[in-house]
Structure formats: C-alpha cells, structure tokens
C-alpha cells in the first residue's frame, strides 16, 4: 500500500494562483504514473492533470490548459500542482492518485489508479 498525503489547498480570490504538494513517505514513488484529480460537490471526480513517471511527458484537461502545471521530483518523492488564475470553477477538492504504468492506458480515469490521497479543499472566491 502507498500512502499519498497533499497539502496546499486554501481559500483565494478568483485570479489567484496556489500551488498544491503530495508526497509519500515510501519507496515506489518514482515508478508511480501520477496525476491529479478533483471533486466538486454533487460532481463526480473529474481529471486534472497527469504526468509520466519518468516526469518527461504531462497530460492536462481541456478545463486547466494554459493555467495549470504538473511537475515531479521523484528525489523528492514529491508531486506538485501548481494553479495560476484561479476561477471559482476550479473549487473543490484536489486529489493526487498514483498507480503503475496508468500514463499510456486510461491516465484520465480514476478507476485505474490504485493509490490515492485523502484530498486538499481548494476554494475559489469570485
């Protein structure tokens, strides 16, 4: 079992940016495919972003192109997201996923991933 623990959620005005952290206190981190994932009340989990594990290659979503950024350091066993011009759109819930070789079959989905965090609360005022 891989633990995932995120952190960098908050409370920000609409334009914004806030930066979001997960790390793992394991050792299977830098195999993992990685990606991050949100909910929005009485939304299903929706795809945000994903990133090879090799940190070479990056997946975004339609919604988040051109404001958000996945990156990686796997020294670090670390994952970040950083978000800039924030829309109230972009409130809920952030979750970090990871799972082996998920990248080239189905990173967008989160029923293919095995490990997840118990999710950062990111708050978007208009």
């Known amino acids: 079992q891989v633990e995932l623990v995120e952190s960098g959620g908050g409370y920000v005005q609409s334009g914004a940016s806030l930066g979001l952290s997960c790390t793992t206190p394991?050792?299977?981190?830098?195999?993992?495919?990685m990606a991050w994932f949100r909910q929005a009340p009485g939304k299903e989990r929706e795809f945000v972003a994903a990133?090879?594990?090799?940190?070479?290659?990056?997946r975004l979503s339609d919604a988040v192109r051109g404001r958000f950024r996945i990156s990686r350091d796997n020294d670090k066993k670390s994952l970040y997201l950083q978000m800039n011009n924030l829309e109230p759109e972009d409130t809920a819930v952030y979750y970090c996923?990871?799972?082996?070789?998920?990248?080239?079959?189905?990173?967008?989905?989160?029923?293919?991933?095995?490990?997840w965090g118990q999710g950062t609360q990111v708050t978007v005022s208009s």
């Open positions: 996923a990871g799972g082996i070789d998920k990248y080239t079959t189905g990173h967008s989905s989160p029923e293919n991933y095995d490990y």
């Open positions: 394991g050792t299977t981190f830098s195999v993992l495919d």
């Open positions: 990133i090879f594990w090799k940190g070479t290659s990056t």
